[in-house]
């Protein structure tokens, strides 16, 4: 199918990130499911898109762009392991500055976590992992396929803050710059975030064991 079926996930993938999320849609989903159930279909759904948009990008014909070349797979291999920490120290963890933030109430913006190095860590997560793949994929389908997530990761953040500061008011900056002001590291990091740590080390290994299975592509040299 080539480009039309690349094409078509392209649409399929933006219109379920976008459709469900906005009213009548989604209240009346959450009604159905619940706020668990809804948060839980979206990400199947979510998932699902984003694997059928990666093969797509596969199936499409091969434009090269530039030439492959061997060191080029240690770029996503060095820069996936700080994603796989930043996924595992963000989700479910309070956020009142971004999107998927959990029990948000409890956020201290004295100990912000891996809020005081981005009020965004799954958007720079996401920016991370598309630029990563750029390098190793010089075809013009995964350079529109990667481009675009990374571009969507780097504008997404300022439309959140835009939201964000509108629906807060003032509490917005005054938080922002209680956050600042926390240290960068905690001296004595708590048992939940080395357990959290933990899951992304475990998170990488995973990945680059089931990378073949998923994506049929090895990322080791």
């Keep these: 199918m080539g480009w039309f079926e690349f094409a078509l996930a392209y649409v399929v993938f933006f219109l379920?990130?976008?459709?469900?999320?906005?009213?009548?849609?989604?209240?009346?989903?959450?009604?159905?499911?619940?706020?668990?159930?809804?948060?839980?279909?979206?990400?199947?759904?979510?998932?699902?898109?984003?694997?059928?948009?990666?093969?797509?990008?596969?199936?499409?014909?091969?434009?090269?762009?530039?030439?492959?070349a061997p060191w080029q797979v240690h770029v996503p291999l060095t820069v996936m392991g700080p994603v796989c920490l930043i996924l595992a120290l963000a989700i479910a963890r309070p956020?009142?500055?971004?999107?998927?933030?959990?029990?948000n109430d409890l956020f201290d913006p004295a100990r912000p976590g891996i809020v005081r190095?981005?009020?965004?860590?799954?958007?720079?997560a996401l920016a991370l992992w598309a630029a990563a793949h750029v390098v190793p994929n010089g075809d013009?389908?995964?350079?529109?396929?990667?481009?675009?997530?990374?571009?969507?990761?780097?504008?997404g953040g300022r439309l959140i803050d835009r939201r964000k500061r509108r629906e807060m008011g003032p509490e917005w900056q005054?938080?922002?710059?209680?956050?600042?002001?926390?240290?960068?590291?905690?001296?004595?990091?708590?048992?939940?975030?080395?357990?959290?740590?933990?899951?992304g080390i475990a998170l990488y290994v995973a990945l680059l064991w089931a990378h073949p299975f998923l994506f049929g592509v090895s990322p080791l040299p």
Excluded: E
């Design 174 to 199: 005054r938080m922002r710059n209680r956050v600042a002001d926390a240290p960068l590291l905690s001296a004595s990091p708590s048992g939940g975030t080395l357990l959290r740590l933990a899951a």
């Design 16 to 68: 379920s990130h976008s459709l469900p999320v906005r009213p009548p849609l989604r209240p009346r989903l959450q009604a159905r499911l619940g706020a668990s159930g809804f948060t839980l279909a979206y990400s199947a759904l979510s998932l699902a898109v984003l694997s059928w948009l990666i093969g797509a990008a596969g199936r499409a014909p091969h434009v090269t762009l530039w030439d492959w």
């Design 140 to 155: 013009l389908a995964h350079v529109i396929l990667f481009g675009t997530f990374a571009a969507f990761a780097l504008l």
């Design 95 to 103: 956020n009142p500055f971004s999107f998927g933030g959990a029990r």
């Design 117 to 124: 190095w981005s009020r965004h860590p799954l958007l720079a």
